[in-house]
């Protein structure tokens, strides 16, 4: 998925942008080895469910062709996920889904659970206990931190959380230095639903040469103001947008109708 697909107000997201063609820079590995600081990079994506979180991601392993290496914590220790992670390529993004699911706890904060057979763990669910809780990753906190950023860590990686409970996470974990960047994903702004028109409409090849730049640019700002701020994702946006392909101004006419039913429950 291509970056410029990704819906967020310009700043951020020129930010990210260039703070990450600096981080993978050809003289990046040498400046900091120079300076004495690690070669890595860690981001917190987080916000409600369905912000394009995961999305995100991808579309950075995207504009910098990189691969992306996904670790379901719940089926590891930290023997294997240290070996795991050993060899990961020297640049690639690490991407930790849901974070805050994944149980990690301080050594002496864990608690005994009943031992899970193999039948119980494969009968109901991959990643719930008996009693229906989360399944606690065998990771510790000490352990899984080590891994990622400890002395013996590799470098050159850009190591990628997605939560959607930030204040759940352990202060160890998100302090300065490990996270270098909180991204928030809201659900769409006024602005973010009109650049979202922008995007599909002014790339649809079914109205090259029907609509200028600023009739799709006029109309867009007109969508926009007809969706209410941090309400709908912009998942939710794109996808009405899209199923009226080709038909920009019937957009602009049935957003207001469309709003009304979403928030009624209608839809």
Wanted: some cysteine.
């Amino acid at each position: 998925r291509a970056l410029s697909s990704i819906d967020m107000a310009p700043t951020p997201k020129q930010d990210i942008l260039t703070e990450l063609q600096e981080f993978f820079g050809p003289e990046t590995d040498e400046w900091c080895y120079e300076n004495g600081a690690p070669y890595r990079k860690g981001y917190m994506l987080y916000g409600p469910p369905g912000t394009g979180k995961s999305s995100l991601c991808m579309a950075i392993a995207s504009e910098f062709h990189l691969p992306v290496h996904y670790f379901h914590l719940a089926d590891m220790n930290d023997s294997n996920f240290h070996d795991k992670f050993q060899e990961l390529p020297k640049k690639c993004i690490v991407l930790f889904e849901e974070i805050d699911t994944a149980r990690i706890v301080r050594e002496s904060t864990m608690k005994a659970e009943p031992e899970v057979s193999t039948s119980d763990r494969d009968s109901d669910s991959e990643t719930e206990s008996p009693s229906g809780k989360p399944r606690r990753s065998q990771i510790t906190l000490g352990g899984f931190l080590n891994v990622i950023d400890g002395p013996g860590a590799k470098e050159g990686r850009l190591v990628i959380f997605t939560t959607n409970s930030p204040n759940s996470l352990d202060e160890a974990f998100v302090r300065p230095g490990r996270i270098d960047r909180r991204i928030f994903l809201s659900r769409s702004s006024k602005l973010v639903a009109s650049i979202t028109f922008s995007r599909i409409f002014g790339t649809d090849p079914h109205l090259k040469g029907k609509f200028r730049k600023q009739d799709i640019d006029r109309m867009a700002k007109q969508f926009g103001e007809l969706i209410p701020n941090n309400t709908f994702t912009a998942c939710e946006v794109q996808q009405f947008c899209m199923s009226r392909r080709g038909k920009p101004q019937q957009a602009t006419k049935e957003v207001a109708q469309w709003v009304k039913d979403k928030l009624s429950g209608a839809q």
